[in-house]
């Protein structure tokens, strides 16, 4: 299965700031998806990009993938305290398993 | 129905009582996933099904946890005996299965299990 590992484990912003998170994998995909978690409960899928893809936009939220390095990046600009959440990447290719990291804890402060 | 629902969304049982949960996937989706997250960490996975079969039980942690899936659509995943170190959310999730099983993932509220 392809590995998806967040980093850092946790981040503390100012609200307004910008928050970017990273994922590393092992194997080759076909895309690699970020989800986002509020208080252990279900997960919710943000956004995919592709693997012939190097960025891609959603309103606030702006994803790059390197290949090359097997690694992504999220990116939250212009935070809000809304966004405080966990956030997890999901690397998906020939397994039919998606496997997530432990996340990334986002808190943003008012 | 609308989304991925769980049942029950709170469980609290005694040491060595079995215990049943429930997940209703989005209609039509064929692939359906289980997964267990205890507090502050990530998810682990327990097991995958493509329609009805199960070609990957690899993340089962014991022989007292199993799982089916009836009429490619509600699964239960059932825990025999369980010990405290059960105690997690089990989350159920479902996708299309189509593109090669690299679609979205949807995630059901999950299932709290609290073992006294």
């Known amino acids: 299965s392809q590995q998806g590992e967040e980093d850092p484990q946790a981040l503390s912003i100012q609200e307004g700031e910008n928050a970017t998170m990273n994922c590393s994998y092992k194997t080759s995909i076909n895309n690699l998806q970020w989800y986002r978690q509020n208080s252990g409960r279900g997960l919710v899928h943000l956004i995919l990009i592709r693997s012939n893809e190097r960025e891609k936009h959603s309103g606030r939220l702006r994803v790059t993938l390197d290949t090359s390095k097997k690694s992504s990046s999220l990116l939250i600009t212009a935070s809000r305290a809304a966004d405080t959440a966990s956030y997890f990447c999901?690397?998906?290719?020939?397994?039919?398993?998606?496997?997530f990291g432990r996340g990334t804890s986002l808190i943003v402060h008012p | 129905g609308a989304g991925v629902s769980q049942s029950p969304s709170n469980k609290v049982t005694e040491k060595g009582k079995d215990v049943e949960l429930r997940c209703d996937p989005i209609?039509?989706?064929?692939?359906l996933y289980w997964y267990r997250q205890s507090l502050g960490q990530g998810l682990e996975f327990l097991i995958y099904?493509?329609?009805?079969?199960?070609?990957?039980k690899s993340g089962l942690p014991s022989d007292r946890f199993s799982a089916e899936r009836t009429g490619g659509s509600v699964s239960t995943l059932t825990i025999q005996r369980t010990q405290q170190e059960d105690s997690a959310v089990y989350l159920c999730?479902?996708?299309?299965?189509?593109?090669?099983?690299?679609?979205?993932?949807?995630f059901g509220e999950g299932s709290r299990l609290t073992v006294l």
């Open positions: 209609s039509g989706h064929t692939a």
């Open positions: 999730a479902s996708s299309t299965g189509l593109a090669g099983g690299a679609g979205e993932l949807f």
């Open positions: 099904f493509q329609g009805n079969s199960a070609p990957d």
């Open positions: 999901a690397a998906r290719g020939g397994s039919y398993i998606p496997t």
